[in-house]
């Protein structure tokens, strides 16, 4: 089955201590990307990777970092979370370099709160 | 940039009634357009897409949304609501061609309840 699978799905953490929330996706897809979601803004995109090794900041990548190494796989990392990256956390995927008119598959979201 | 305007962040309607859900957009060059749907705990799923083809575009579930290029409108429709389509719904923007296309930008949602 085509997905983008997201762990994990609930996280509880505490003020600055790393972690890394991963997103995987089995449709060979070349691009990736991370959103936000808070109550009343939306879906903000955190980054996006177009292809292996190349990644570029949305509109609100501070305090994040991704990586990609494996075209599957575009882990979100938050080196020193605070309480205000609290947040639901969607991992998406798109067949293709660019968006173009192509659909975006969503995973299933974490859910992060930083106390 | 691109940017969508979502008008109305809650609406109600009876089961049975016309689904209306507003969205502009504001765009430096010929748009692609989204409407995501996002039913509880869920992620998002494609509802539809226009793409410079045909101004009507058909989705899935009964929606369907005219791109209407003289008032920069994209406005998702449903002639009869149903109790599963209470969802919130997302209205989305990415460039067309002449523009880049790496960044999909989405509206701040509509919450749809339907009420029996």
């Known amino acids: 089955e085509a997905q983008v699978t997201q762990n994990p799905r609930y996280l509880i953490t505490v003020t600055g201590k790393k972690l890394t929330v991963t997103c995987s996706q089995n449709?060979?897809?070349?691009?990736m990307s991370w959103y936000r979601q808070d109550p009343g803004l939306g879906l903000r995109q955190i980054y996006y990777s177009m292809n292996v090794e190349v990644t570029d900041k949305g509109d609100v990548p501070e305090g994040y970092k991704v990586s990609r190494k494996e075209k599957r796989n575009f882990p979100l990392i938050l080196e020193s979370p605070s309480p205000n990256q609290t947040s639901l956390y969607f991992c998406?995927?798109?067949?293709?370099?660019?968006?173009?008119?192509?659909?975006?598959?969503f995973g299933q979201g974490t859910r992060l709160t930083v106390v | 940039a691109q940017s969508v305007t979502q008008l109305g962040s809650h609406v109600s309607v009876s089961e049975g009634a016309l689904v209306l859900l507003r969205c502009n957009y504001s765009?430096?060059?010929?748009?692609?357009l989204f409407w995501y749907v996002q039913y509880p705990n869920q992620g998002l799923q494609l509802l539809l897409k226009?793409?410079?083809?045909?101004?009507l575009v058909k989705g899935i579930n009964g929606f369907e949304a005219e791109f209407k290029k003289s008032e920069t409108s994209f406005h998702l429709t449903k002639p009869s609501a149903h109790m599963s389509d209470a969802a919130e719904y997302f209205c989305?923007?990415?460039?067309?061609?002449?523009?880049?296309?790496?960044?999909?930008?989405f509206g701040k949602g509509t919450l749809l309840t339907v009420n029996p």
């Open positions: 765009s430096s060059v010929p748009p692609y």
């Open positions: 998406a995927s798109s067949p293709g370099q660019f968006l173009m008119n192509t659909e975006a598959f």
């Open positions: 226009y793409t410079s083809a045909a101004t």
């Open positions: 989305a923007v990415t460039k067309g061609s002449g523009g880049s296309n790496y960044k999909l930008t």
């Open positions: 449709m060979n897809h070349e691009y």
